[in-house]
């Protein structure tokens, strides 16, 4: 899916706020474990996941040692006799874990109990936030499912991509903005961490027009422009207002394979070390696969 953003959305709803209000959802233990029978218990020690279960004590002359059942995956305790093991490892990650304790007697398995587990963890924070070519991005965050965005404390948008167009936010006075960056999962097992704050300098912006070329050939429509420089180009392809795609270029060519039929308008941006370039648009038509423009 692409980033979803409008300016009818926007509202002045600080980062702290936010945060605030996901975490008083999430305002319960942060793990609890539910026994079937005495036998098999789970308690948390300075964030660690510690499993207890009674001793097994029938048969020994054949007892091995212990195996533990993680949602049916199986870790075997070869000559280990403690009734005691850390399974943090065994649980990462959030959510319901159905545990299981037996006694390995001569490979056969003897059940001494069970309980269920539930454990509720923070997603990771957003890392690596950049903006380049009036694009956001930043890391993906394991389990993330959205992003929230944040602009100088303004909530701006959400994305459920790594990225997020923000030229038009970035039109302002100052030669820096603050850009805070929330994960949220749609889990009720992942919580939120704190945001990720990053200060992004901003770079002045200059008009400069390019000489526009738009010709079929057997790959489909090409769009080609002189090379300026050691300039990072980038566009945005629209038809009737709505952004059909969008990315950087490593050269001074686009090639889309299949245009349907309709008309369009390719905007392009440049970036160096010191200033952004809008390199301004072209519209062109698509008829039956020939492409003819203005």
Request: glycine residues 6%; contains cysteine; negative net charge.
């Amino acid at each position: 899916m692409k980033p979803s953003f409008s300016r009818k959305s926007i509202s002045v709803i600080s980062v702290a706020l936010i945060v605030t209000i996901m975490m008083a959802v999430f305002s319960f233990s942060s793990s609890t474990a539910l026994a079937e029978d005495n036998s098999v218990s789970v308690s948390v020690e300075d964030g660690k996941y510690i499993l207890s279960w009674r001793a097994y004590s029938a048969d020994t002359s054949s007892f091995n040692g212990y195996v533990i059942s993680v949602d049916g995956s199986y870790t075997y305790l070869d000559g280990y006799y403690f009734t005691y093991f850390d399974i943090t490892d065994l649980v990462a990650g959030g959510g319901e874990h159905q545990i299981s304790v037996y006694a390995s007697l001569d490979g056969g398995l003897q059940r001494i109990g069970s309980c269920l587990v539930k454990v509720i963890v923070s997603l990771d924070k957003a890392r690596n936030i950049r903006l380049s070519s009036g694009f956001l991005f930043w890391d993906k965050v394991k389990n993330a499912d959205v992003y929230l965005v944040f602009i100088n404390n303004v909530f701006v948008g959400r994305t459920d991509e790594e990225t997020l167009y923000a030229d038009d936010l970035l039109s302002t006075t100052k030669d820096s903005v603050i850009v805070a960056i929330v994960p949220f999962s749609d889990s009720p097992y992942h919580i939120s961490p704190a945001p990720t704050y990053q200060t992004i300098n901003l770079k002045k912006v200059i008009e400069a027009d390019l000489d526009f070329y738009v010709f079929n050939t057997k790959d489909g429509v090409v769009i080609s422009w002189q090379p300026v420089g050691e300039i990072l180009f980038s566009y945005t392809l629209t038809k009737d207002g709505e952004t059909i795609s969008y990315g950087n270029v490593t050269s001074s060519t686009l090639t889309f394979e299949t245009l349907a039929d309709g008309t369009y308008s390719l905007s392009v941006f440049g970036e160096d070390k010191v200033f952004k370039y809008d390199f301004g648009a072209i519209t062109f038509s698509v008829e039956n696969g020939e492409v003819t423009y203005e």
